[in-house]
C-alpha cells in the first residue's frame, strides 16, 4: 500500500540510535552527532576518500525499468564528484557488487524499515565493514500542492542524455534552481524535485558528515552542538532542492576536513588501525 505524505510533514522526522544514523530529506552547516564515535568518524567518505584514495560504492536497483543502472552510476559519480571537488580530493570511484566489502550503498527500491520516509542515509556495519548506506524509497507517493510524484531516475527525463555529466555540471555552475529547470524541461517542480540526482547530493552530504540544519529542531538534534552554525542560511543540507553545493555546504565541507584534522591529531589509532 502506498503512503502519501505531505513534504513539509516528511521533514520533520529524523531517527537517532547508536548504531544508525537515520534522516530524512529534512533539512548550515553542522557535523553528525556520531562522528564523535571513533568508527563511525572512520567510516565517513571523506576520511576513506582521504586515507584510502578511493571509494568502494555499490548500487541495488530493484526495479530496473525504471531506474537505470548505467544513468544512476553517472549521476551518483556526478554527485559524489560535487562533495570531493568541495573537499579537494580525488580518489578512485570503484564500483563493485554489492556482495563485496565496500564505503556506500544505495539501494533504491521499496522501503522495509521506513516506509514513511523518501530516502534516508545511515552509518551502519555490513559485513563487518563500516559503511555508508543510503536508501531512496520508490514506494513513497510524495504530495505538494496538491500534485503527487514518486522518486524518479533524473536522468530518465533529462533532455540532454547524450551528454548527461557535463549538462547535469553546467547545473551547477549556472546555478539553476528546481523551478527554472523544471521550466526549461516542461515537468512539473515536484517531480524535479524528487529526482535521484538531487537526492542523492543531500544524502551523500551526511555520508561525508554533514547534519540535516535548521528546518526543524528533530533534525537539528542530530548536529553536533560543539561543531555547527547558528545562522541556517539555504544549503542543500537544509532544503535538499539544489543541484549544487552552496556556499553554506562548501562552510561544512571545510569543517568536517578541520574537524577530523583534529581528532586525527588526537587519536594515533586512527592512523595504525587497517582501514576498513
Ligand atoms: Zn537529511
Request: charged share 25%; proline share 4%.
Amino acid at each position: 500500500m502506498k503512503t502519501r505524505v505531505q513534504i513539509k510533514q516528511l521533514a520533520g522526522f529524523c531517527i537517532f540510535s547508536s548504531l544508525i544514523i537515520s534522516s530524512l530529506n529534512c533539512f548550515a552547516w553542522g557535523l553528525l552527532n556520531n562522528l564523535r564515535n571513533e568508527d563511525i568518524r572512520r567510516s565517513t567518505l571523506y576520511f576513506k576518500a582521504l586515507n584510502n584514495k578511493r571509494i568502494r560504492y555499490c548500487v541495488d536497483i530493484a526495479d530496473r525499468s525504471a531506474f537505470k543502472p548505467k544513468l544512476i552510476d553517472v549521476e551518483l559519480r556526478t554527485a559524489l564528484g560535487i562533495w570531493l571537488e568541495a573537499f579537494e580530493l580525488s580518489p578512485i570511484l570503484e564500483k563493485v557488487s554489492c556482495s563485496n566489502p565496500m564505503d556506500l550503498v544505495v539501494e533504491i527500491g521499496p522501503e522495509v524499515r521506513y516506509k514513511n520516509v523518501g530516502s534516508y542515509h545511515a552509518a551502519l556495519i555490513r559485513k563487518e565493514h563500516l559503511t555508508r548506506y543510503i536508501k531512496l524509497n520508490t514506494d513513497m507517493e510524495h504530495t505538494y500542492d496538491g500534485k503527487t510524484s514518486k522518486i524518479v531516475d533524473f536522468a530518465s527525463f533529462y533532455p540532454a542524455q547524450t551528454d548527461l555529466k557535463s549538462n547535469l555540471k553546467g547545473v551547477s555552475e549556472n546555478r539553476e534552481s528546481v523551478i527554472s529547470l523544471s521550466a526549461k524541461i516542461s515537468e512539473p517542480p515536484i517531480v524535479v524535485y524528487w529526482s535521484t540526482y538531487r537526492i542523492l547530493i543531500h544524502e551523500l552530504g551526511h555520508a561525508f558528515g554533514l547534519c540535516d540544519t535548521k528546518e526543524n529542531e528533530t533534525a537539528f538534534a542530530e548536529c553536533d552542538k560543539a561543531w555547527k552554525s547558528e545562522i541556517q542560511p539555504p544549503s542543500v543540507m537544509r532544503e535538499t532542492s539544489y543541484f549544487y553545493l552552496l556556499p553554506d555546504d562548501v562552510k561544512g565541507v571545510n569543517m568536517v576536513k578541520q574537524y577530523l584534522s583534529f581528532k586525527l591529531d588526537h587519536s594515533k589509532s586512527a592512523h595504525t588501525k587497517p582501514l576498513l
